[in-house]
T-cell receptor, first 118, second 112 residues
Framework: AQTVTQSQPEMSVQEAETVTLSCTYD???????LFWYKQPPSRQMILVIR??????QNATENRFSVNFQKAAKSFSLKISDSQLGDAAMYFC???????????????FGQGTRLTINP | DADVTQTPRNRITKTGKRIMLECSQT?????MYWYRQDPGLGLRLIYY???????NKGEISDGYSVSRQAQAKFSLSLESAIPNQTALYFC???????????FGPGTRLTVL
């Protein structure tokens, strides 16, 4: 079974600075999808960025980018120019593309709480 | 209007009571999921449904049941609530071949 680990329960960064959140995962599959979700105090789960494992190019969405290291099974999220609105819990998630029982379910890490200091 | 809605948003109940959490979506997606979120554990899958006639157990289905009343509606029931079912519950939808899951706003359930 796949597992996702986020080893940083809490992180903090100064406003306008850059922060990197870590995520590692364990799988025997060669093709899969990885996601970062943001959960602000409103509790809503918001998709931040996604990465297909077969793509070598790292995904980027405005101030958010990932460092995808497939061999190391690492998928970190970099937030540039941090803003107060970035404060939230961030979850890394894995999804298998194979149509098996439980397929397309997301396997989540434990989350990292990010604080932005003004 | 939100694409995925959940009712109620918050609920406090007592041990032994039957509780139903409802999820509705206007995205036209076939696949719907129920997840549970506990502090320090991320989200875990309770049940999922690929269409109205297809219901499957997730990794933590004990103590829960579901009903897919229509393509747009997927309900989660706790037949006899217990305190360790106190958690945040999320509904999500997706439509193949897309891989993104869209989440509802969550229901915070407290069982006393």
């Amino acid at each position: 079974a796949q597992t996702v680990t986020q080893s940083q329960p809490e992180m903090s960064v100064q406003e306008a600075e850059t922060v990197t959140l870590s995520c590692t995962y364990d799988t025997s599959e060669s093709d899969y999808y990885l996601f970062w979700y943001k959960q602000p105090p409103s509790r809503q789960m918001i998709l931040v960025i996604r990465q297909e494992a077969y793509k070598q190019q790292n995904a980027t969405e405005n101030r958010f980018s990932v460092n995808f290291q497939k061999a190391a099974k690492s998928f970190s999220l970099k937030i540039s120019d941090s803003q107060l609105g970035d404060a939230a819990m961030y979850f890394c998630a894995y999804r298998s593309p194979i149509l098996l029982q439980g397929a397309q379910k997301l396997v989540f890490g434990q989350g990292t709480r990010l604080t932005i200091n003004p | 209007d939100a694409d995925v809605t959940q009712t109620p948003r918050n609920r406090i109940t007592k041990t032994g009571k039957r509780i139903m959490l409802e999820c509705s979506q206007t995205k036209g997606h076939d696949r719907m999921y129920w997840y549970r979120q506990d502090p320090g554990l991320g989200l875990r899958l309770i049940y999922y449904s690929f269409d109205v006639k297809d219901i499957n157990k997730g990794e933590i289905s004990d103590g829960y049941s579901v009903s897919r009343q229509a393509q747009a509606k997927f309900s989660l029931s706790l037949e006899s609530a217990i305190p360790n079912q106190t958690a945040l519950y999320f509904c999500a939808t997706t439509q193949p071949p897309a891989d993104t899951q869209y989440f509802g706003p969550g229901t915070r359930l407290t069982v006393l």
